[in-house]
């Protein structure tokens, strides 16, 4: 598959997320761009307790690789499914732009059923086609797991599931694999 074409499938998942986020933060009063001049004195604002403790939505975040970037959390539903995302982002570069090193979530929802309801829900949410969409069965810590180079998704248990994706460019397949294996609940205790 040429990287045009990947391109073009992508884009539709990767702007409706982007989209979703500026609502969620337009109606939060923040803004969503960064002024060319402030582009590059850009500082982030200090990793919230969470984000320092390691924990998104009962997940403990335990390894993570090398290299990322500033951490921003993001919370919003598609289809009865609620997503709570952390993303790790490196820039801003030359032209003002971020780019997405990192990112954990989970997905809460009814339709979860298991690790094939998971793998169809995510096809229509991330505009995949089943046919080219090249998954790999794999272990993430003990659960089953679908993985495709940049991207990991695992379920957890009825209504809950995982997904990690990674740059690929910069990171490797090790690097997602085992960012997956320390992204799991929280102990009971």
Known sequence: MSRSSLRSRVVPSARRIV???????????????????????YSAASPSTEQRAGTLDGFVIENLPDGLGTPSDFEYEWEDVSFHSRVWET??????????????????????????????????????????????PVKVGGYDALFAGDEVFYFVSPGV?????????????????????????????
Not at 169 to 185: C, I, K, N, W
């Open 19 to 41: 989209i979703g986020s500026a609502v969620v933060l337009a109606s939060l009063g923040l803004s969503t761009t960064v002024p060319a001049s402030a582009a590059s004195t």
């Open 91 to 136: 820039g801003p570069d030359p032209e003002g732009a971020f780019k997405v090193d990192l990112t954990v979530k989970t997905l809460r929802g009814e339709k979860l059923t298991d690790l094939e309801a998971l793998k169809t829900f995510l096809i229509e949410y991330e505009e995949k086609d089943p046919g080219d969409w090249q998954l790999t």
């Open 161 to 189: 599931a995982a997904e990690v994706t990674i740059d690929h460019e910069r990171f490797t397949d090790e690097d997602v694999l085992d960012t997956a294996a320390g992204f799991h609940p929280e102990a009971a205790g």
